[in-house]
């Protein structure tokens, strides 16, 4: 089981920090990530990161969008800077094994003025 948190609302330019904490050792997973769903929009990959430590971003956060793995918190953590409007989404963590992806329940994060 996959439990997010760390959503809220912010103002353009400021940051944010999600957390996916995991029933299991965050290290059995072959990978695991964040995709995003804005309203009336399809379910996008944001970052993802592999049992070896390899990041991959979306176009649209890179640079700005940073993941990594909390042994500490046994979660993967979502560090979001410099936040945008189009940031706004509902932000869901994954977890691979083998063939099989587990979804969180979600966290809102809304970017306004």
């Known amino acids: 089981q996959l439990a997010e948190s760390g959503g809220g609302w912010v103002q353009p330019g400021e940051s944010l920090r999600l957390s996916c904490a995991a029933s299991?050792?965050?290290?059995?997973?072959?990978?695991m990530g964040w995709a995003r769903q804005a309203p009336g929009g399809q379910r996008e990959m944001v970052a993802r990161i592999t049992k070896l430590g390899r990041a991959d971003y979306a176009d649209s956060v890179l640079g700005r969008f940073s993941v990594y793995r909390e042994p500490r918190e046994n979660a993967v953590i979502l560090e979001m800077n410099r936040l945008k409007p189009e940031d706004t989404a509902v932000y869901y963590c994954n977890a691979e094994s083998g063939s099989t992806k587990t979804w969180g329940q979600g966290t809102q994060v809304t970017v306004s003025s």
């Open positions: 299991g050792s965050i290290f059995t997973f072959s990978a």
